[in-house]
C-alpha cells in the first residue's frame, strides 16, 4: 500500500471531521459515486448509468443517472401518498491523483421538497484511496455547504 496515499486520506480525514455537514466514513456503494461518495465516481473509468426504484414502508424512490468518466449527473424523487415529495439533482466531479491510488470528488446539489417553499444548495466532498481494485477506502462529507431558504 502507497503510505503517501494513505497519509493524504489519514490527513482529508481529519479536516473532514471538523467541517460542518455530515461526514461519515463510506467506500464504494452500487451506485458508483452518482449518490453516496463522490470520489467514487471516476474510480473504473467506465462511462455508465444507474436507474433504480424502490418501495419500502409507503415510500417511492426512484433513482436515475450517469456518468462520462469525471463528470456525472443524477435525479433523485422520494414521495408517499401523504404528500410528502423531496427531489434532489446532483452534479458531480471526481479525478483521480497519484497513479490512480487516490481520488478527490465534489457534488453540488438542488434540493426541493413539500415541506418548505424555494430551493436548497447544497456542497459536498469526498476523497477515497484504492490501494488494489478489490479494496477501497472513503470519507465523505455531506452538505459541507449549504444555502437556501430552510438552511
Keep these: ?5 494513505v497519509g ?5 480525514s ?13 467506500s464504494l456503494e452500487g451506485d458508483h459515486g452518482l449518490f453516496g461518495n463522490p470520489a467514487g465516481l471516476s ?16 415510500l417511492s424512490t426512484v433513482r436515475v443517472g450517469g456518468n462520462l468518466d469525471h463528470w456525472g449527473a443524477s435525479f433523485e ?7 410528502f415529495d423531496e427531489s434532489r439533482w446532483h452534479l458531480t466531479h471526481s479525478r483521480d491523483l497519484l497513479n490512480r491510488y487516490f481520488f478527490l470528488g465534489s457534488r ?3 434540493f ?5 417553499r424555494g430551493t436548497e444548495w447544497m ?23 449549504y444555502v437556501g431558504p430552510q438552511s
Design 43 to 58: 474510480a473504473f473509468d467506465s462511462w455508465g448509468a444507474l436507474g433504480a426504484y424502490e418501495y419500502d414502508d409507503g
Design 8 to 12: 493524504i486520506l489519514a490527513a482529508c
Design 108 to 110: 453540488f446539489t438542488a
Design 123 to 145: 456542497y459536498s466532498m469526498g476523497a477515497m484511496i484504492r490501494p488494489f481494485t478489490t479494496l477501497s477506502l472513503g470519507y465523505s462529507c455531506d452538505n459541507l455547504l
Design 14 to 26: 481529519a479536516a473532514f471531521a471538523y467541517l460542518p455537514g455530515e461526514s461519515r466514513f463510506v
Design 112 to 116: 426541493r421538497s413539500s415541506a418548505f
Design 1 to 5: 500500500m502507497n503510505k503517501f496515499a
Design 77 to 83: 424523487n422520494i414521495q408517499n401518498d401523504d404528500g
